[in-house]
């Protein structure tokens, strides 16, 4: 039973740190868009407030 338990928390260890890798990898995808669009920082989160409230 405890080898079990083992499993599952080591298998939510690996999902956890998977996912966190996954959001660090959007968030430089995100930055390197910004970086070579022509629109400014705040021009875009603008954008994404507008498009959020509809």
């Known amino acids: 039973m405890f080898a079990l338990k083992d499993k599952y928390e080591a298998a939510v260890e690996e999902l956890d740190k ?15 868009a910004i970086e070579g669009s ?3 920082m705040e ?12």
Do not use: T, V
């Open 18 to 32: 998977l996912i966190q890798k996954k959001k660090e990898l959007q968030n430089k995808e995100l930055m390197k």
């Open 38 to 40: 022509s629109k400014s």
């Open 43 to 54: 021009e875009i989160i603008e954008f994404l407030k507008e498009d959020a409230e509809e």
